[in-house]
Nanobody
Framework: QVQLVESGGGSVQAGGSLRLSCVVS????????MAWFRQAPGKEREVVST????????YYPDSVKGRFTVSQDNAKNTLYLQMNSLKPDDTATYYC??????????????????WGQGTQVTVSS
C-alpha cells in the first residue's frame, strides 16, 4: 500500500518561511502526478501546487505563485513545498497527494488516490 507522510508544518509570523516534506513509500513509478493541497476551516480543499512526475512540470495558482516552490528528491522519495513570504491567508492544513495514473495533473482533489495525513500551517499577523 502506497503511503504518504507529511511533515514540516508549524506556526510562523507573516513574512516567514516553512518547508513541508512528503515522504512517499511503496511507489517508485515515474508516472503520475503529485500535488500539494490545503484546506482551511470552513473552506474547500484547494490546490497549491502540482508536480508531474514524468516531466517535472509544475503548476501554482496565482495565490501562491512566486512564493511557493515544489521540488522532488528522488533519492529520498520525497516531495517538498518551500513556502516563503507566508501570509495569514496561508493558514490551513496542508496535504500531499498522489495520482498514479498517466495523463497530467488535476487541479481538483478527486483524481488523487493517495493522501497524507496533513500537516498544520499557522501564520500569524
Amino acid at each position: 500500500q502506497v503511503q504518504l507522510v507529511e511533515s514540516g508544518g508549524g506556526s510562523v509570523q507573516a513574512g516567514g518561511s516553512l518547508r513541508l516534506s512528503c515522504v512517499v513509500s511503496r511507489y517508485t513509478d515515474s508516472t503520475g502526478c503529485m500535488a500539494w493541497f490545503r484546506q482551511a476551516p470552513g473552506k474547500e480543499r484547494e490546490v497549491v501546487s502540482t508536480f508531474w512526475l514524468s516531466t517535472t512540470w509544475t503548476y501554482y495558482p496565482d495565490s501562491v505563485k512566486g512564493r511557493f516552490t515544489v521540488s522532488q528528491d528522488n533519492a529520498k522519495n520525497t516531495l517538498y513545498l518551500q513556502m516563503n513570504s507566508l501570509k495569514p491567508d496561508d493558514t490551513a492544513t496542508y496535504y500531499c497527494a498522489l495520482d498514479p495514473t498517466v495523463g497530467g495533473c488535476s487541479r481538483v482533489p478527486g483524481p488523487y488516490t493517495y493522501w497524507g495525513q496533513g500537516t498544520q500551517v499557522t501564520v500569524s499577523s
